[in-house]
T-cell receptor, first 115, second 113 residues
Framework: GAGVSQSPSNKVTEKGKDVELRCDPI?????LYWYRQSLGQGLEFLIY????????KSGLPSDRFSAERTGGSVSTLTIQRTQQEDSAVYLC?????????????FGDGTRLSIL | AQSVTQLGSHVSVSEGALVLLRCNYS??????LFWYVQYPNQGLQLLLK??????LVKGINGFEAEFKKSETSFHLTKPSAHMSDAAEYFC???????????FGKGTSLLVTP
């Protein structure tokens, strides 16, 4: 079956612009996660959605970052007024449920470059 | 807080040699541990997971890892390296909330002919 799909695969934008990154999880997976991978910080957890529950936004680095998940499926991560330090690979993952033992399945990521 | 430390940011082995990638964990509760592999320009692929059922865990592509509580370690091994094993490897632990993963900094594996 299809894996986690992310789009676009690459995004180049100017500092100060807003960007939207999309994630389509594996069908039937109720839990969805966003991570950021950067050279300096490694892999960092950003936000987590479980079904229709309120998301855990504790990893979002600033109020310029937001995310939503519509209909319990597709998710969009939005970065407003982008800064150069936002340049990174943004990875989305999904799992059957949010449990300790459930593995997370990752998409190929969106490589974001801020000029 | 749950965390992992990967020893060695770069490891080089000859084709056919033993692969050993080191991971030590810190956890206030019994940990759930994972190894992921990342090939260039791709996402992370799960190699194996430890969820307390057995201390020796076998994964895909011939990899295995042994959970050692006394050493707080979860090292990844493969008896014979293939060229196709060259990639970045990440050790991770579930955080206390039970869903977010805390990753190590990663180990880049180079396999030489």
């Amino acid at each position: 079956g299809a894996g986690v799909s992310q789009s676009p695969s690459n995004k180049v934008t100017e500092k100060g612009k807003d960007v939207e990154l999309r994630c389509d999880p594996i069908s039937g997976h109720t839990a969805l996660y966003w991570y950021r991978q950067s050279l300096g910080q490694g892999l960092e957890f950003l936000i987590y959605f479980q079904g229709n529950s309120a998301p855990d936004k504790s990893g979002l680095p600033s109020d310029r970052f937001s995310a939503e998940r519509t209909g319990g499926s597709v998710s969009t991560l939005t970065i407003q007024r982008t800064q150069q330090e936002d340049s990174a690979v943004y990875l989305c993952a999904s799992s059957l449920a949010a449990r300790f033992d459930q593995p997370q399945h990752f998409g190929d990521g969106t490589r974001l470059s801020i000029l | 807080a749950q965390s992992v430390t990967q020893l060695g940011s770069h490891v080089s082995v000859s084709e056919g040699a033993l692969v050993l990638l080191r991971c030590n964990y810190s956890s206030s509760v019994p940990p759930y541990l994972f190894w992921y592999v990342q090939y260039p320009n791709q996402g992370l692929q799960l190699l194996l997971k430890y969820t307390s059922a057995a201390t020796l865990v076998k994964g895909i592509n011939g990899f295995e890892a042994e959970f050692k509580k006394s050493e707080t370690s979860f090292h990844l091994t493969k008896p014979s390296a293939h060229m196709s094993d060259a990639a970045e490897y990440f050790c991770a632990v579930s955080d206390s909330k039970g869903y977010a993963l805390n990753f190590g900094k990663g180990t880049s594996l180079l396999v030489t002919p």
